[in-house]
């Protein structure tokens, strides 16, 4: 009796075993499903013109682990997704992407959306609050799509969000980001290759927690967590109140 209790156990622990060596890399069925829909809706509004594979090694093989696949990385303890990226794939006009595939996606800490032509975002229940769900967003990537002003509020929603890349997009115009307002995490702010005139509106994206910041020559002076500013006509270094300290200290 003996021992066929210490053997149930001894393969009980084999099974632990090999589920860490292997399995722990497989993301949870919620995200897994989550994926291939994204997938779907992703190929749904290609260009007919444009062939090449996407996503390829993303599956219905029931053996493959998707912490594997490309684009993804999950955390080996939780099995989460907590970076997700797709590649170049050319969209047709006036696509949009419908938040709430993301939703899933509960965990995920850099989202790149990079260079999938889209013109806009949208999520017909939680409109612009749809991004709140995403609670743990600290990178997010929308370079080279189509977005225009419209996607500030949608934005304003990734209060966790500490890095916002959208250069190559059609954000015109005096630029006026109060929708951004709640970012007050952010510290990269990426706008560069838009047609975007004006001075930059750092008071829009402040925190009033924050204390007094020293701007460059030229940019308007606040208070603000924000430390890097790509600006359409080069770059804005924005020193962050502890530099700004120890640069006076030295001074003296």
Known sequence: MERKVFLGQY????????????????????????????KKFLLSRREEWDHDHF???????????CCLWQGLKCD???????????????????????????????????????FLSFEGIYDDVEGYRSLRRLRNLEILDLTFNRFNNSIFPFLNAATSLTTLFLPWNRI???????????????ELLDLSRNRINGSIPIQALCGSSFGRVNFPEG???????IQWIYWPNGIARVCCPEEAESSESKEQ
Request: net charge negative; aromatic share 8%.
């Open 11 to 38: 393969l009980i622990w084999v099974m632990l075993l090999l589920g860490q060596l292997h399995g722990y890399i497989s993301c949870i069925e919620k995200e897994k499903n989550a994926l291939f829909e994204l």
């Open 55 to 65: 996503v390829p090694t993303w599956t219905n093989d029931t053996e493959s682990d």
């Open 76 to 114: 080996p303890t939780s099995r989460r997704v907590i970076e997700l990226s797709f590649g170049r794939l050319f969209l047709k006009e006036s696509s949009r992407l419908n938040l709430s595939l993301l939703h899933p996606f509960e965990e995920v800490r850099s989202l790149d959306l990079s």
């Open 172 to 186: 015109d115009g005096p630029l006026s980001v109060k929708e951004l307002r709640d970012l007050t995490n952010l």
């Open 219 to 225: 940019v308007e002076s606040s208070e603000s967590k």
